[in-house]
């Protein structure tokens, strides 16, 4: 890998895995390496299906529990999962050393990796250490690699700088890419012009986008079907209108712990029952706003204790859930038919 | 009316229709006056279909163009439209003087007041002026009023404020209100807890809400779902998703000029014939945004004029399209079809 | 006034002042009307100094207290101030009728006009309004307006659209025109190439601004001197600051009540006595606050209050205090040494 | 370090230096370790002066330029700057691993640790990496760190978690800390409350804020002065209005290429002479905007080209200036007599 980066950067200067031609479009027409097979000819791989973005189990002094991790795994097995997203914002990779993000996937792989697509999380704030973690999720067994907007320079973030961003992400890597746009935690919003751009790359297959803008989907959805492009909803608080404006699947917190009643609704959609559908996504909307953007991962890690799986302490610096907010969100939970008090 | 209003602030010293009873949900339990008479025991008016936010056609000294109305008007009587809003964000209510909006729904009333059903923007920044405008209203003929969130002290718009005002201005009116959510111009996104407790009012029957945030709109449906509260999406780029998580019909920008592709997208949803339903839906994601968030009211009257409506300047300060834009959205337009270059 | 507009309307085609030229940079060269009197050769209107932007007071039926604000501005004429600033954010003029904002001024003009300079708030959300607003201030003797950026359709409020509203207004203004951004309503922080813009429009004399960005103010100095700019600082919060580069007074909210520290706090940094214009401010900061941003016109009102004058009730929707926050906000005027508990 | 981290662990079951005590304020009164040394009785390590948050100089591959980073010192040394921040925002630390971090801060501290105070950026997303990074940047010679705050999950970063986030960053470090609010980057404006919380700690001797906000600075210097806490301005655009509120100098970008400036500012501050402070101030706004928030690290980096130092590539996906930026920022300077064409 630092072979080819470094043959790279000899070649035009910057991190980017095309010898000649203009940033940032410049891998139209001659696109060396492995992405090259991924997708003239072939279809890309097929990513459509429901994935929970695994939460990562610490023990209390905030180590990788791995046994609690290993039983989880086995309860999420019963559910008729697509595959496993490892290492998203709701596995906390923030938190992570590069080393234990990579870890956790060889773990996830191991175990699960010949039943269920395992996509891991490979995004890192500069475009050479993205690379790198690319690669090293590939080389652990991953299937493809989500890659979340790089977001602390936010003035810099222009349009042109991400369409590069992720091109040359692309380009170098040995595996599907699938943008991940996650406007509450980095608050980009990846525009619309940039996806369709980038759906055009032969190694970018697919969006997961946590926006819940159900406009901008059904839009992307339209101008980006020439490029086989797939679309994952971000949340289950809009999955079946997702489904229905043309989403092949979604990657959502709730199916940590309600994997089960999620692929329901997917099962209730693709039937035509359509009025059941809709009464199950009622139900799902506030649980599913706890454990995102209303109490996040503490609130998540929460809910899966009490459905059984070990959701455990978080990292440092979130906090444990207040006892109010317990209370406030077991009530929902209850009021919505998913627990009984 | 000023006599009611008079007596009310003598009894509990604010403008506040009930004579005892602390704020803000001073409602529950002894509603005076007209209010009573809508939901107990009755059903509330009935407000499911679909709406254009009719733009309000100006000559070039800004003036209302009065006979372009009317030709409008006749237009839009052909297509199988529920009714018309008069005085919405679309309809430049903000830039028209007390008298001026009254005039307009009088005509619109009295052209069509028979076979349509006619929603008036009756919103203004505080809450007397709001009874006021609203009392006008109804006087001229409207069957219900929009009432718009107050937005300019935004720091003191807190949900007990807006609680507030909309349950007094809801206490003293002849008709029912709907809920206006459009937080593109006000910045205020009515919360999902103020219009729970509001839609147990009896003279508050749904909501228009322009946020786009589908989750939201289904979590509304359900909550309200035994108030008999009725929910209008406020724009064409969500009207497949918002049917399918339950809400009534739609108040729609794009319905000015493709009034009949929109009624069609209705009636495709209603058949059950979801896959043309979402190609439909598909197709006007970009023109909608063109006419809303993109160029806004002068975007839409440009569109307007290509259609055959009239559509003519705004008012200043909003300036008329650039060149650039112009073309840009034309393209756009024939591209999804609608138009032939 | 009308007849000029009129003239002007069948000239230009949109609302505008000039006869020929290209929008909005028109009035370069060939202003006609009363703005060519207010720069050329002689000097501009000095506005230097201190002005509280004073509140509108309300009896309990929210009906104007035209004694009550009689009484306050006789204790407001024993201090030093320059002027009043009438129907501001602070008096409250958004939920008041063009009848009140205009009978408001005549008063206190009538009043004070002989020794304070009377700026009259005259914005509304048209062009065309914010002109015959303006010429109704000007008519009941106001000395300048101050002109708040128009926010209701945020999309369309570009830069180009400010300029044009702004100078617009000014070409058909007989007194000077003040520009006003105050991005906390508005969300409108009228940008500084704006700015810079029109302080080369001989009828428009100065800024103040509230959003309290002091590079922004200290840039603003700089890059208008030339043009006989003046900019007033918006909150007590920063009015040292704000003389330190370069602004030469300030509107704000604190003087309602502490009008003689804030003119002391002027007079120490005139004489060089920085420190303890450095003490006198750092007191000032959190009471500032409170009347402000934390708890608005309703703080502002019991504040007023507290010190003697009559706050009394805002109109609604604003609410009034709680209780808590009151007490909150004692306790901040206690520690800060302008109260004794 | 581990060791000691451990123990906490055990004692109180989270990340924390502290064996008993609630949780935030635990330290209170209890505090073991370093910190205890650091502030009762003596005073806390004074950081008054300037500083520049020093580039990260990249070859064209993006490694560090290591050669040129010590030329650029030799040329910030002849300056009198009070020190250095090393790995800061302008230092590009979020593209950096952890040894690169560590290995210039070493580099800084071996060339320049006799005459200059070198404060580290050690600042990373956990609690737990922040202390062991912080651990390093002390083991190299840096003489205090500076802190930003973390943000990745916003929805988590409550005033109370930031409050326990770098209290306990301060127990475990044997140098003292410096809070770093940098809202441009992290959308977190540290809340006064907070800061004024984490003032009253041994080991947190000061904040750098590049908010921008001269009220909140000024507010935090009359609040916190009884706890010996020292507060630098982040931007040369707010430096002398800073220094009039009472901060004790600055981090500013400025530094890098108009060090000389900066500290002739500083000077005549110092020496009263208001007048002159205020017209650099002036000069110094607009080329300051260029290498901040308008163009970023990239406008700074093509500065310091322009001055003599090495400026370089910055890492993507941070992109070069385009032609038209560059040629604009080259006016800006022109025009305020730093550059002659």
């Not at 010898?19 to 696109?31: A, C």
């Not at 619309?192 to 959805?221: A, C, F, Q, T």
């Not at 709730?254 to 609704?265: H, S, V």
Request: hydrophobic residues 40%.
């Amino acid at each position: 890998m630092v072979r080819v980066l470094l043959k790279c950067i000899a070649a035009c200067g910057r991190v980017c895995g095309v010898v000649k031609g203009p940033h940032p479009s410049h891998w139209t027409g001659n696109l060396a390496m492995a992405s090259l097979s991924t997708r003239s000819g072939t279809s890309p791989l097929d990513i459509s299906g429901l994935y929970p973005p695994i939460a990562t189990p610490f023990n209390k002094d905030e180590s990788i529990a791995y046994d609690k991790l290993t039983n989880n795994l086995q309860r999420w097995n019963e559910i008729p999962f697509r595959g496993y997203v490892v290492q998203g914002s709701n596995g906390e990779y923030a938190y992570q050393t590069v080393e234990e993000r990579v870890e956790m996937v060889r773990h996830v792989v191991q175990l699960c990796g010949d039943d269920k697509l395992i996509i891991a999380g490979s995004g890192c704030e500069s475009t050479r250490e993205t690379i790198e973690m690319t690669q090293k999720m590939a080389d652990v067994g991953a299937k493809a690699v989500l890659v979340v907007t790089p977001c602390y320079y936010k003035g810099g973030m222009s349009n042109d700088a991400l369409v590069h961003h992720f091109s040359v992400v692309a380009d170098h890597s040995p595996i599907p890419i699938i943008l991940y746009s996650v406007p509450s935690n980095t608050t980009i919003d990846l525009a619309p012009e940039v996806i369709i751009r980038l759906s055009e790359h032969p190694n970018i297959i697919g969006l997961k986008d946590s926006g819940g803008d159900i406009s901008k989907l059904g839009n992307l959805v339209y101008m980006t079907k020439k490029n086989d492009f797939q679309i994952l909803a971000g949340s289950a608080g809009f999955l079946l209108p997702a489904y229905v404006v043309g989403c092949v699947g979604g990657v959502c917190a709730l199916g940590n712990f309600l994997g089960k009643e999620m692929c329901e609704l997917e099962r209730l959609y693709k039937e035509g029952r359509m009025a059941e559908a809709k009464d199950l996504q009622h139900r799902m909307v506030a649980p599913n706003a706890c454990v995102t953007r209303r109490f996040g991962v503490p609130g998540l890690k929460v809910a899966m204790d009490w459905f059984g799986y070990y959701g455990g302490p978080t990292r440092s610096p979130l906090m444990p859930m207040s006892e109010t907010d317990t209370k406030a969100m077991r009530d929902i939970f209850v009021r919505n038919g998913f627990l009984s008090n």
